[in-house]
């Protein structure tokens, strides 16, 4: 089954308009964590933004910020006033917490595309 | 601040060749990766070392090797390339809490 959804496989946004990327997650554990990346046609990973399972505030980091949802099981990245450089592939992940392993589960991505 | 570097940053190979991708980080993190991307999917973990001296299978382990040589360096072994491997290979590192993965530029490698 699978562990992480990401529904939009490609978004058009206007500059400057925020954006919101879907992300939802299945899990039976209490404690696991949440991790968005940025995918620039460079092809490099870039750490975004995490969030806790037990965080009680929603994670922010500059524009970005996560609108956690526990009972729903959603974390989505929220984009404030979008800019051309945010065109990229957008990766939702979770890590589950077990005893002798770290993993992160990952979604397929959601290319976002800026217009001007 | 190199961080984590991967080389080749790219290689084609015939059917049946072998090869090995290097990955060396700087940053003295205990935890290393290998992910596979492919079109249209996440990232898949072929193996991990959670610690020097160690390694565990991930998702995708078939047709591949590692070797943790030391704290800094994991390397990924081919030993005969196979059309299913072609993909873009990411080397990561991580540390501590939130314990959020240090990636390379990736490996794009074509196996004809």
């Known amino acids: 089954a699978q562990k992480i959804t990401q529904t939009q496989p490609g978004m058009f946004v206007q500059e400057k308009e925020a954006v919101t990327l879907d992300c939802t997650y299945d899990?039976?554990?209490?404690?696991?964590?949440l991790f968005w990346y940025k995918q620039p046609s460079s092809g490099e990973m870039i750490f975004l933004i995490y969030?806790?399972?037990?965080d009680e505030q929603n994670a922010t980091e500059g524009r970005y910020s996560l609108n956690f949802q526990k009972a729903r099981k959603s974390a989505n990245l929220v984009i404030s006033a979008s800019q051309l450089g945010d065109s990229a592939m957008y990766f939702c992940?979770?890590?589950?917490?077990?005893?002798?392993?770290?993993?992160?589960?990952w979604g397929a991505g959601t290319k976002l595309i800026i217009k001007p | 601040n190199a961080g984590v570097t991967q080389t080749p940053k790219f290689q084609v190979l015939k059917t049946g060749q072998s090869m090995t991708l290097q990955c060396a980080q700087d940053?003295?993190?205990?935890?290393m990766y290998w992910y596979r991307q492919d079109p249209g999917m996440g990232l898949r973990l072929i193996y991990y070392?959670?610690?020097?001296?160690?390694?565990d299978k991930g998702e995708v382990p078939n047709g591949y090797n590692v070797s943790r040589l030391n704290k800094r360096e994991f390397s990924l072994r081919l030993e005969s390339a196979a059309p299913s491997q072609t993909s873009v290979y990411f080397c990561?590192?991580?540390?501590?809490?939130?314990?959020?993965?240090?990636f390379g530029e990736g490996s794009r490698l074509t196996v004809l």
């Open positions: 969030q806790g399972s037990y």
């Open positions: 940053m003295n993190h205990n935890s």
């Open positions: 070392s959670a610690s020097e001296g160690t390694t």
């Open positions: 990561a590192s991580r540390e501590g809490t939130p314990g959020e993965l240090f």
């Open positions: 899990t039976s554990d209490q404690s696991y964590g």
């Open positions: 992940a979770m890590r589950e917490v077990q005893p002798s392993n770290y993993q992160l589960i």
